[in-house]
């Protein structure tokens, strides 16, 4: 079965603190996958998108990282802001599956001053 | 300015009134969709379109209908809302599934 697992649930971190959320996936065959921010209330934005080639991507204080061996993401958020608070959800797309994506639960992120 | 427009933004209605969230994206995106979030499941798919005149079923399609008869234009309609339709809708386009996705800004459904 298709799923994407993410951890930690929710996560409490101080203004300027550096942080990493994880994304384990058993998506097959993969084709994607994304990492997203949701502020609440909102709709989700797109942060970064990676291919099974791709390792790293970055977008300003957010990096990205897959492992495809071991089905694995990390998204790392260098110096928060108290703007970074917000839900980040992995998107796992799996090839030949229509245009469904698979969703994680979501980290809900709460950085304090 | 790229974007995708849901309406309502927010919407409370009784109980077997049919009712419709529109949805328009002025990106020529072929790819369109439907999503319902409800807290602790995450975001679950509802319905999704390939083209114009193709529609599919996601996840979660009961009680759901959609049509697609313009490429801008993916209307999500319930003809019976019932309360475990409550929920926070997303209506979402893309490119097609390699590309990135762009989400509206939801709708909040209350049936009451």
């Known amino acids: 079965k298709n799923q994407v697992e993410q951890s930690p649930q929710s996560l409490i971190i101080l203004e300027g603190k550096n942080c990493t959320l994880q994304?384990?996936?058993?998506?097959?065959?993969?084709?994607?996958l994304r990492w997203y921010k949701q502020d609440t209330g909102r709709g989700p934005v797109s942060l970064t998108i990676?291919?099974?080639?791709?390792n790293t991507k970055s977008n300003g204080r957010y990096t990205a990282t897959l492992d495809a061996d071991t089905k694995q993401s990390s998204l790392h958020i260098t110096a928060s802001q108290l703007s970074d608070s917000a839900s980040y959800i992995c998107?796992?797309?799996?090839?030949?599956?229509?245009?469904?994506?698979?969703f994680g639960k979501g980290t809900t992120l709460s950085v304090s001053s | 300015e790229a974007q995708v427009t849901q309406n309502p933004r927010y919407l409370i209605t009784v109980t077997g009134k049919k009712l419709t969230v529109t949805c328009s994206q002025n990106?020529?995106?072929?790819?369109m969709s439907w999503y319902r979030q409800d807290p602790g499941l995450g975001l679950r798919q509802i319905y999704y379109?390939?083209?114009?005149?193709?529609?599919d079923k996601g996840d979660v399609p009961e009680g759901y209908k959609v049509s697609r008869k313009e490429k801008r234009n993916f209307p999500l309609i319930l003809e019976s809302p019932s309360p475990n339709q409550t929920s926070l809708y997303f209506c979402?386009?893309?490119?097609?599934?390699?590309?990135?996705?762009?989400f509206g800004s939801g709708t909040r459904l209350t049936v009451v």
């Open positions: 979402a386009s893309s490119f097609g599934p390699s590309y990135g996705y762009t």
């Open positions: 994304c384990n996936y058993t998506v097959s065959p993969f084709s994607n």
């Open positions: 990676m291919t099974f080639s791709e």
């Open positions: 998107v796992v797309s799996a090839e030949q599956a229509g245009t469904a994506l698979i």
């Open positions: 990106m020529n995106h072929e790819y």
């Open positions: 379109s390939m083209n114009v005149e193709v529609t």
